[in-house]
């Protein structure tokens, strides 16, 4: 009985598997039959398929300890998967290169097999076992695996990962006796224990540039602000000048100001658009044309809608008939997605995208989007070069989820090309995404504004990680945000971002002023989020909005 049912099984499999592109059906073949020489036969065969054999071959005996490493290591620097970097770790160890193996195991991490190699490693007196676990964030891990006496550095370090700033004191104060950097870090430190004056002395101690910032950060806090923009001025770095330009206009030098916002904006740092918008606005508070002229020319992205600009033109159908032409790859994906192997099509649509030229790559982006493998098409266009006259637009911006938003949108009074536009910046269309802060779905909520919108639609919380429900949930708020902000768009999404009670503490701050709002507000994050949001609603309506 059991062998008919063994049978029937095979029996059924085979009609799949006869429409599967055929590397990818001898690979099955090869790897049900443990068929060595039938996978390295797959090795040369161009796409994901040899991923898959490297992977296979790496796991079985049959190979020598060295080559099944080679293999796994080709696996792993492909895929980055814990469970490749396992095999990894474990080949190494067997081969005797420990340091690699803590490298490898370090990548696997969260794991728990990676988590206890580590641990016994670095009881071997495997120092680079120490690194791994930090890097990690394995902190628990690497105080378990810290010898009792010694590892100051290490041990100081675990404990202030663990916010236990109190008890990594001792340590970061021996840190400091032994190099400059340990003079940074006990700074930071003595930051986080509000001990504003040991941490200048410790700042002042480390020198440099660093050094000098980390002064006017203490300074700052001290509510010395003529000492802290000096030392701002000496550390010059971009976010040190962005202090600086604060202190100095809150304390009515102004004019000071001036040249410092000059130099960030024509920088190339975070703080380059910020400082443009921010010389446009003063120069037109005072009447000076010639500064005003040369800001606004400077200005790009979504803060210079803020200034009146006129958005971005979409690009012409007639000049982007090349990025639809036939390219390597694409049947392959699209067979594989057909045949219900969606892990395997977006391999092999990984694969041919490294080596096609930018026009084939974004064809192979199109594939993924018409099969609505929305958030694996913006991984994978992340890292891809623009096509000319901006004819990867609507594939970098597409309109993703259509019927979903379009219904919520409507439903709640919103512009579906502004849902797009938020739901791109929070998640890039990943409905599983999951931030460090713990802000889930294709809208990025946490767990208490997510209970909170669903107690004000009258239900229970559905999931965060289902689509509709999401779409749903953040059109609600945002629509919510709108309406308390009287419609004031930069203040709703800081409040999407940064929360409204923070939103409603900054605007009142700044006298409700909104210029200085976006200026002197606390958290870099949101004045960030801002600008990318208008930019890609910018890029929305041109692309789809009017009927186009």
Known sequence: MLRRLVVLGWLLLVPVAAQLPEPYRAYEQAQRAEDARGLERLLEEPGYVQILAARALARMAASSPSRRLELAERAARFENAASDWLWVGRLREVLGDAPGAAEAYGKALPEPE???????????????????????????????????EGEAVWRGRALAGLHRYAEALPYYRAWAGEAREGWLALGRLLLRLERYAE???????AGGAEGAYGRGRALEALGQSDAAVRAYLEARTPEALWRATALLERSGRTAEALPRYRELAQGGSKYADDATLRLWVLARRRGDAALEAWAYERLEGGLALLAGKEGPEPPAPEACAAANAAVPGRATVEQLLREGREAWALGEARWWAARLDPTGAWGIVGVLQRHGLWGASLRLARDLPGLPRHCDWPLRYPRAYPERVRREAAAFGLEPELLWAVMRVESRFDPEAVSPTGAKGLMQFVAATWADVARRLGEAPGDPFDTDAAVRYGAYYLRRLLDACDRQLVCALTGYNGGPGYTRRALAAAGGDVWDFLRFQPRDEPREYVERVLWAYAVYKALYGSGR
């Open 199 to 205: 941490a200048e002395a410790a700042f002042r101690a």
């Open 114 to 148: 990676a988590e206890a190699a580590l641990v016994r490693l670095a009881g071997a007196g495997v120092r680079r076992a120490y690194a791994a676990l930090y890097a990690g964030r394995a902190y628990e891990a690497l105080l378990e695996a810290l010898p009792a």
